[in-house]
């Protein structure tokens, strides 16, 4: 069986997925095999001071070495590493990833919020089903938050928007980014659409242990207004220690609730379903069919 790298260096944190690839007749299944998490957070420089620091380059070199370690004792043959809003709109993404490249001989590539948004997309294959209904995914990253509608079986219609939880927990969202997002998802969605809701990301998933709700199961737009009130009455030490956090999770989750909760409220979804698939599944998708699905069967 073959196996497949996707690396994604987001504003938070950066993550492989590893998958192997397995044929079954006239289909392919990827099968998750080995996932991991750095907590960099490049977004806390590249969105305050427009660069990326030495520190962060260092701890980033650092990272995607480990990665390359890890796909070879994985015995991984194709692999992509894709950079998001943090990398992409720092002044120094060029000399970042050119002092990555001269450490690893890897190779990362810039991709706009239009394309993470689809390949975000790729990874999820509830669009099949229901084609009576309009389907939203969004995806809230550090950086940036990615929509992508798909009404009943149409092209997917994508978006980006300059709002994450990295930007929002150092004040560099302004609110009127807020009514951007109202007024592209009503102009794109018909009042009488049956909206499907999707979530994608890391915090969507611990919020869907946090309240409880089954894997596979919606959440409600009730348990997530009570999380994010409970949340909201504690500090930052306080909510690590009494909901079980990591530091880089206690921080941001609440702004990823913010995000999430009025999304909900703008198109009127009382449930949210979280398909625990990113960016990282999506390029496990889109790796594997750019590099011919007879040469990996071989």
């Given at each position: ?139 809230v990253g550090g950086g940036s938050t990615e929509f992508s509608i798909l009404r009943k079986g149409k092209e997917k219609i994508s978006r980006s928007f300059k709002i994450g939880t990295v930007r929002l927990l150092n004040n560099l969202v302004d ?124």
């Open positions: 069986m073959r196996k497949i790298a996707a690396i994604d260096i987001g504003s938070n944190a950066v993550r492989m997925l590893i998958s192997y690839v397995i044929s079954s007749g006239d289909e392919y299944v990827f099968q998750k095999n080995s996932y991991l998490r750095l907590p960099i957070r490049l977004g806390e420089d590249s969105f305050k001071n427009g660069v990326i620091s030495n520190e962060k380059i260092i701890l980033l070199t650092n990272a995607i070495l480990s990665f390359k370690y890890i796909m070879k004792v994985h015995g991984v043959k194709d692999y992509k590493i894709y950079a998001t809003s943090a990398l992409r709109e720092s002044i120094n993404s060029k000399e970042v990833i050119s002092i990555v490249k001269k450490n690893t001989d890897l190779n990362i590539e810039l991709i706009t919020g239009i394309k993470e948004a689809k390949i975000i997309s790729k990874g999820n294959s509830h669009e099949k089903i229901e084609f009576n209904k309009t389907f939203l995914y969004v995806d609110d009127s980014m807020f009514m951007d997002i109202k007024k592209w998802l009503q102009s794109n969605i018909d009042n009488d659409d049956k909206i499907k809701l999707f979530a994608t990301g890391g915090n969507i998933n611990k919020i869907q242990s946090m309240t409880g709700s089954k894997s596979g199961k919606p959440i409600s737009y009730l348990s997530i207004k009570d999380l994010s009130n409970n949340l909201m009455e504690f500090n930052y030490q306080e909510r690590m220690m009494k909901f079980d956090l990591n530091p880089d999770r206690a921080d941001v989750i609440i702004y990823a609730l913010k995000i999430f909760i009025t999304t909900m409220e703008f198109v009127k979804a009382n449930k949210i379903f979280v398909p625990k698939s990113g960016l990282v599944d999506g390029m496990i998708n889109e790796i594997f069919y750019e590099n011919n699905a007879s040469k990996l069967d071989s």
